[in-house]
């Protein structure tokens, strides 16, 4: 892993049995990508690429052009672009595999996740990830499935935002089947909200800098707000859906007028919601976690989304 790039830096959080690693990155692609709510679109497709290329730059010297692929994980694994990123770097092209997976159901820090599709045309000793980590059962399920095809020895994952725990689940997994795990994460390693899908500067358990601390609070007002929100790639992928998610979020968070979240939009269709629901459905059931001024309108709004609970 080279640490220091130029235009940015790399640290080792943690290391593990198995060969298991974990670094932070930083750079401005990076805290573009994390502080900016309200980017979507071309801009935040551009700010992957950069944040990518960063990533690429900091693998260079464990790069094997010869034996790496990447397994894509669909549909938001495309906001990674990182056959561009590779092609930039190392002039190579890299080999594609594809699986689409889908989470059944989220408590917490667990998660249930189904192979829907999978084209596993490119084996290799090295497997390159671009994800969102959260409980890391997404990356496990992905890496299992091609594991009952292919022979592997290293996984890389590339994450502009994964959690510790993820880090360690997905470790643990490759460490019993004797592959070693490599994470490079974006400016901090998250803790994991109740819900399963909130990563937050501000859990007690995210390791990062004091000063990405300071900049989230006074961000969201000291809510522990996801720096990445509850469907990452939306931005791009679909951006209508991520207004809608960032509605419910003001919602959750009584931040409704507030300039972090300024895209919001209240949802037409509450069925497109459904892959999310829950990261919301505890605002039926328990205390809201934000300051609501109308508990009663928030909660008669999450009943029409939730069907009516």
Not at 12 to 40: M, T
Not at 161 to 189: N, S
Not at 192 to 210: A, C, I, K, M, Q
Not at 223 to 235: E, L, N, T
Request: contains cysteine.
């Amino acid at each position: 892993m080279i640490l220091d790039i130029g235009h940015g830096t790399a640290e080792l959080v943690e290391r593990g049995p198995g060969g298991y690693r974990l670094f932070v990155a930083h750079n401005a692609a990076l805290e573009r990508l994390l502080f900016d709510r309200n980017l979507v679109g071309p801009g935040f497709r551009l700010a992957c690429r950069a944040a990518s290329r960063r990533f690429a730059a900091h693998l260079a010297d464990e790069h094997r052009p010869d034996d790496t692929a990447e397994l894509m994980i669909l549909s938001k694994g495309v906001v990674y672009q990182l056959a561009d990123a590779v092609e930039r770097r190392h002039g190579t092209t890299l080999p594609l595999n594809l699986v689409a997976t889908s989470r059944v159901a989220v408590a917490g820090d667990a998660a249930r996740v189904e192979i829907g599709y999978a084209q596993l045309e490119a084996p290799a000793g090295t497997l390159l990830i671009g994800d969102t980590v959260a409980s890391g059962e997404t990356i496990i399920a992905a890496v299992g499935h091609y594991l009952r095809r292919h022979h592997l020895e290293r996984l890389q994952v590339v994450s502009y935002a994964g959690t510790l725990g993820g880090a360690r689940r997905i470790a643990a997994f490759c460490a019993g089947h004797g592959v070693e795990a490599t994470f490079l994460y974006g400016l901090a390693a998250f803790g994991l909200g109740r819900n399963g899908f909130d990563l937050s500067f501000l859990h007690p358990e995210t390791v990062t800098r004091r000063a990405y601390v300071e900049r989230a609070a006074r961000q969201f007002s000291g809510r522990p707000v996801s720096a990445v929100g509850w469907d990452f790639g939306s931005q791009v992928v679909c951006p209508r859906k991520y207004r809608s998610l960032c509605w419910v979020e003001a919602e959750v968070w009584d931040l409704h007028g507030a300039p972090c979240l300024a895209l919001a939009e209240e949802p037409g269709d509450w069925s497109d919601l459904a892959h999310e629901r829950a990261a919301f459905a505890h605002a039926v059931s328990g205390p809201p976690p934000g300051r609501c001024h109308d508990p009663h309108r928030r909660r008669q709004s999450f009943r029409r989304g939730l069907g009516g609970q």
